[in-house]
């Protein structure tokens, strides 16, 4: 009798060992073809990917309002095909915000994020003002009433009309009133940079290598540093 039940936990054993691996292989085999069950469909799905590409450093990452991570890059794996919102956040300066609608397979990248300090730091420049660059920067720009184009793209209706608009990088930097505000299509961010004492059209430079705008202001020009933030800003 004791042969016989040994003889049949080693059976046993042997099967749930095969069954073990069978199970462990067929997930292995979802898994490495980016499949995952969807519970609201009853059927495997594949998967999608969403990427965040930069040098390194700490940023805080939230999928759908939950923080997943607090640096970049990083990589968000095996998702069910649908709707994501990314907020990239760090001390001191403006959210980044992305919605992805994102199909089976898809990649949601966003690659090396400029974020924008929430109060730049402002200071004296050393250099006269020379606007000759923004011919170049703004070719193929258009704004008609409150509507601006980009190469025949529409980007935006203002709720105000500029008194004028520019490319800046991925960014469009606009005057409305007194104030210079930064605007981004991914997400529709807009950012206050610079409020100016004057309403009238403002005397700009852009140095988009160094994310940093000249403006003349009254009799001083002002040197704005699009990433560093003012660290006596309340």
Do not use: C
């Amino acid at each position: 009798m004791a042969v016989k039940q040994k003889k049949l936990l080693t059976a046993l054993a042997g099967t749930t060992a095969v069954l073990a691996f069978l199970i462990i292989s067929a997930a292995s085999v979802v898994w490495a073809n980016g499949l995952r069950y969807n519970t609201s469909t009853g059927s495997f799905e594949q998967t999608v990917l969403i990427a965040i590409d930069s040098n390194p450093q700490y940023i805080g990452v939230l999928l759908d309002g939950k923080e997943v991570a607090n640096h970049i890059p990083y990589r968000v794996r095996n998702l069910l095909p649908g709707h994501y919102k990314i907020e990239l956040t760090k001390p001191g300066f403006q959210s980044w915000k992305q919605d992805f609608w994102l199909s089976r397979g898809q990649v949601g990248l966003i690659n090396d994020p400029t974020m924008i300090a929430s109060q730049p730091l402002v200071t004296t420049a050393e250099s006269p003002l020379i606007t000759s660059n923004l011919g170049t920067l703004d070719f193929g720009l258009q704004l008609t009433g409150g509507e601006l184009t980009d190469g025949g793209e529409m980007i935006t209706r203002f709720s105000q009309i500029p008194l004028q608009v520019h490319r800046f990088n991925e960014f469009y930097l606009y005057q409305a009133g007194n104030d210079l505000r930064l605007f981004l299509i991914t997400g529709s961010q807009d950012y206050l940079i610079y409020r100016s004492q004057a309403t009238e059209k403002l005397p700009l430079a852009l140095y988009p290598s160094t994310l940093q705008i000249a403006v003349t202001d009254g009799s001083v020009t002002k040197l704005v540093n699009l990433t560093i933030p003012d660290s006596i800003a309340p």
